[in-house]
T-cell receptor, first 116, second 112 residues
Framework: EPEVTQTPSHQVTQMGQEVILRCVPI?????FYWYRQILGQKVEFLVSFYNNEISEKSEIFDDQFSVERPDGSNFTLKIRSTKLEDSAMYFC??????????????FGPGTRLTVT | GQNIDQPTEMTATEGAIVQINCTYQTSGFNGLFWYQQHAGEAPTFLSY????GLEEKGRFSSFLSRSKGYSYLLLKELQMKDSASYLC?????????????FGKGTKLSVKP
């Protein structure tokens, strides 16, 4: 069964450093998402991406964040200068099915980001 | 705005039935999702309701009442592996397709 994959599974970085989290969505999906979940809190939407551009972003997704789809398979989230409060589990998700909305989203296993 | 409420924790016995409730307030409505999340893992899709009524899928069923802004997830013949958090989620109405707003989740503990 196709699945969303994410790398790395765990990333430790120092405050102020840049990190790139990588995702490979399901191959025939069209919509891509990043969510985050701070330990013990709810899953929060960050950004959605469709047709090679951001379709929506939340208030969390400020200028420190960016997303890219550099080739036909990868979808990345970059945090330019990490802060302690960026420590969280970051989930990538993808969905397809053009003629029906909303779509069932498939989540990747997540990247646990720890900022020290 | 969007608001999704669900109980924080529930406990049930193996083999029993449990109902997890969710109430939502949304500026529009485009369906309601239930996801299961085991500790330290990703949410996995359980169900999606857009019409009123009960949708059954094996041991899990989900109910929706749009007029009451209410949904529940029903788990039958509970197994130990059902111990997890259950997340109620709704698409962000007015946003682009499918951005999900999640509730805080209900942590279900199944005891022998």
């Amino acid at each position: 069964e196709p699945e969303v994959t994410q790398t790395p599974s765990h990333q430790v970085t120092q405050m102020g450093q840049e990190v790139i989290l990588r995702c490979v969505p399901i191959s025939n999906h069209l919509y891509f998402y990043w969510y985050r979940q701070i330990l013990g809190q709810k899953v929060e939407f960050l950004v959605s991406f469709y047709n090679n551009e951001i379709s929506e972003k939340s208030e969390i997704f400020d200028d420190q964040f960016s997303v890219e789809r550099p080739d036909g398979s990868n979808f990345t989230l970059k945090i330019r200068s990490t802060k302690l409060e960026d420590s969280a589990m970051y989930f990538c998700a993808s969905s397809g099915v053009v003629d029906r909305a909303p779509y069932e989203q498939y989540f990747g296993p997540g990247t646990r980001l720890t900022v020290t | 705005g969007q608001n999704i409420d669900q109980p924080t924790e529930m406990t049930a016995t193996e083999g029993a039935i449990v109902q997890i409730n969710c109430t939502y307030q949304t500026s529009g409505f485009n369906g309601l999702f239930w996801y299961q999340q085991h500790a330290g893992e990703a949410p996995t899709f359980l169900s999606y309701n857009v019409l009123d009524g009960l949708e059954e899928k094996g041991r899990f069923s989900s109910f929706l009442s749009r007029s009451k802004g209410y949904s529940y997830l029903l788990l039958k013949e509970l197994q130990m592996k059902d111990s997890a958090s259950y997340l109620c989620a709704a698409p962000n109405y007015g946003g682009s397709q499918g951005n999900l707003i999640f509730g805080k989740g209900t942590k279900l503990s199944v005891k022998p």
